[in-house]
């Protein structure tokens, strides 16, 4: 099976990166060119959505780590919606789940990006 990675901005500097298929060892490179786009950004927040992802390898994992690692330099942060139970087992195996944010869909992700930007700018809730 394939990867198919498509991205947008949902805010500045928050990408939602969208993923359909397996990421294993032949697919992972779909995943990481991608990843590395966006981190020429320097974005605030990528949002892995993986609603369609029915694999996870160590290949995977190991981009998925990689972003992360790179992101936490500059106090970036990655996080995880709409996981999959064996896409989530897997973070539970390999224990990485507890330091990561995951959201069960895309209205409690707009909600935290919103109260993150509040903070950011200083705005609060009587301002929009």
Avoid at 69 to 86: D, E, I, R, S
């Amino acid at each position: 099976m394939s990867l198919l990675v498509s991205s947008r901005q949902k805010a500045l500097g928050a990408y939602v990166v969208m993923l359909t298929g397996e990421i294993n060892g032949q697919t992972y490179p779909v995943l990481e060119n991608k990843l590395d786009q966006l981190l020429e950004e320097r974005p605030t927040v990528i949002v892995l959505d993986m609603a369609e992802v029915n694999y996870l390898s160590s290949a995977g994992i190991r981009v998925i780590l990689k972003t992360k690692k790179m992101l936490t330099a500059y106090a970036g942060k990655l996080v995880f919606m709409n996981l999959q139970p064996q896409i989530k087992k897997v973070f539970e195996i390999i224990n990485a789940l507890p330091s990561m944010r995951v959201f069960k869909d895309l209205n409690e992700m707009d909600a935290y990006l919103d109260r993150m930007q509040r903070k950011v700018t200083g705005a609060s809730e009587e301002d929009s």
